[in-house]
């Protein structure tokens, strides 16, 4: 299958910072990526869609101003947390599915986020 | 808007057969997903079924019945290594995914 890589895979921050991720198809080009989150022992939740050479859609309640998303080649999504605080830590997860193939969707591995 | 629903946890020893259902609720149904997460790690695609009955892949099978609103997931032969929690997902909008809660499969010796 196509592989999705995400990086970092962690990162501590201090409050008040900023903080990029990175979600890259490395086999595949992607006019669409997705961005997750996840608390510990918990569901997948959407929190925004990323459209190559567009604005991101955002899901009801996620911030787009502290949740920016730029989507700027067809392999290539960033979520960047602005002014992160102790309660945006979590498992942020990247999507992305190849045109056509519906059900599924291939997954970077994730990238832990420690707010301190 | 789409809701599912899938039992919390489930326990069965190695070599058995279990089965995980999902009931969903969807106003336009693109077919049923089934996704498996260790922990720590990335959820990784299973199977999907756009249409009803059973589709087969190796140990794993999983069932759709559209009238129901209903599918399952059936692990047969367990091992050690299926331990994780498996969710299934609904595509809605035709590019977005809603997930369960999940089902965390604890497999015993």
């Known amino acids: 299958g196509a592989v999705v890589s995400q990086h970092p895979s962690w990162v501590i921050c201090k409050s008040g910072t900023s903080v990029k991720i990175e979600c890259r198809s490395l086999?595949?080009?992607?006019?669409?990526m997705f961005w997750y989150r996840q608390f510990p022992k918990q569901s997948l939740m959407l929190m925004a869609t990323?459209?190559?050479?567009?604005?991101?859609?955002?899901e009801q309640g996620v911030e787009k101003d502290k949740f920016l998303i730029n989507h700027a080649s067809l392999t290539l999504s960033t979520l960047t947390v602005t002014s992160a605080h102790p309660e945006d830590s979590s498992f942020y997860i990247c999507?992305?599915?190849?045109?056509?193939?519906?059900?599924?969707?291939?997954f970077g591995p994730g990238t832990r986020l420690t707010v301190t | 808007g789409q809701s599912l629903e899938q039992p919390s946890e489930v326990t069965a020893v190695e070599g058995a057969i279990v089965q995980i259902n999902c009931t969903y609720q969807?106003?336009?149904?693109?077919?049923l997903s089934w996704y498996q997460q260790h922990d720590g790690g990335a959820p990784t695609f299973l199977s999907y079924?756009?249409?009803?009955g059973l589709e087969e892949t190796g140990r794993f099978s999983s069932f759709l019945s559209r009238s129901d609103s209903y599918g399952y997931l059936l692990l047969q032969e367990l091992q050690m290594k299926d331990s994780a929690s498996y969710f299934c997902?609904?595509?809605?909008?035709?590019?977005?995914?809603?997930f369960g809660s999940g089902t965390k499969l604890n497999v015993k010796p």
């Open positions: 999507s992305a599915r190849e045109t056509g193939v519906l059900g599924e969707q291939y």
């Open positions: 086999d595949f080009q992607a006019t669409t």
């Open positions: 990323s459209n190559e050479g567009s604005k991101a859609t955002y």
């Open positions: 969807t106003s336009g149904f693109y077919g």
């Open positions: 079924n756009a249409l009803d």
């Open positions: 997902a609904l595509p809605y909008n035709f590019n977005k995914f809603y």
